[in-house]
């Protein structure tokens, strides 16, 4: 990589043709789990087909990811005109990523593009045990994507998880999905009334209870304050009525703030269904807003 690490004019000039970085990709790729070319100021993933360029695929799809990364290392090195690295997580394993910007020429549009060659190797065993010896560093990565992703109180996953990580359709076919919106009912007076570390027993709690219920490949994420929202993948709606049945169960013999009194935590749910999601931006949203409007119409009819 010494000719274009950036770290010299020789690198930094250097132009490629569409041959050359081929071979590149074909020399590294015994030596890494991913050798690819990124396009990340149009989030594309670049594939070379017989001397001709096809961007169709989302770069960050590869990490399974719903958009470009905040800390995207292969437009930081566009940017700054040099190689970067970080550590990614997916699927629990840890990567350490290089990504260097590169020049390649396409003869066909005669056209000078600024990519970036991505490489990627999963750490166990790979790198220098100097590095990695004893695991402090490995365990501070991986509470890092902890305090990213997880809700600190709760332990349910947090905002940035449903923005950033949460829907990817891997094998690109479209599947059954269900949304459930949850709203504990009357938090606010729990609150007033109890002091917030009964407040913060009931929102804990309520996750604890939740996850119980649903699968291990399902989400809980809190949304904010006392809202919720459950993601069950490959999950049809009578299926989905059964869970929030024994949620609201669960709640009721396990969610009593007040033994005296036998007041325990309550729930108001709104649920979407799409018998072909596809993980797009936009049934994302749509679902995320038909489930809310449910969940505020099931909390007006309880009240009422």
């Keep these: 990589m010494d000719q274009y690490n950036g770290t010299g004019r020789r690198g930094k000039d250097k132009i490629y043709s ?28 670049v594939c070379l087909e017989d001397q001709r360029v096809n961007c169709e695929e989302k ?18 090195a566009i940017e700054q005109g040099k190689r970067v690295s970080k550590f990614e997580m997916m699927d629990r394993k840890l990567f350490y990523v290089i990504s260097a910007p590169i020049k390649v020429q396409d003869s066909i549009e005669q056209k000078v593009h600024l990519w970036v060659l991505e490489l990627a190797v999963e750490n166990y065993g ?9 695991g402090p560093l ?7 994507e902890h305090e990213l992703y997880e809700d600190s109180l709760t332990k349910a996953y947090n905002r940035r998880y449903f923005d950033e990580r949460l829907f990817y359709i891997g094998d690109g076919n479209p599947q059954e999905m269900v949304f459930i919106a949850a709203d504990l009912k009357h938090f606010k007076r729990i609150n007033d009334t109890y002091g917030h570390a009964v407040g913060d027993y009931v929102l804990a709690q309520a996750v604890r209870l939740m996850k119980r219920t649903v699968r291990s490949d399902d989400a809980i994420i809190r949304m904010g304050g006392d809202e919720f929202l459950i993601v069950l993948n490959n999950c049809n709606r009578d299926a989905a009525a059964r869970i929030i049945e024994d ?35 936009s049934a994302v949203r749509q679902m995320y807003e038909e489930a809310d409007r449910n969940m ?6 309880s009240e009422g």
């Design 296 to 301: 505020y119409l099931d909390k007006q009819s």
């Design 18 to 45: 569409l041959m050359e970085i081929k071979q590149i990709v074909e020399l590294f790729s015994p030596f890494f789990d991913s050798v690819r070319l990124v396009d990340p100021v149009n989030c594309r993933a």
């Design 138 to 144: 490995i365990e501070n990565i991986i509470a890092c």
């Design 59 to 76: 770069c960050y799809e590869f990490w399974k990811k719903n958009r470009q990364c905040a800390d995207c290392t292969s437009l930081q």
């Design 126 to 134: 790979r790198f220098s045990s100097a590095i990695l010896k004893g």
């Design 247 to 281: 949620i609201r169960d669960e709640f009721k013999h396990e969610l009593v703030y007040d033994r005296e009194k036998g007041f325990y935590a309550t729930v108001n749910f709104g649920i979407s269904y799409r018998d072909e999601f596809d993980g797009s931006d």
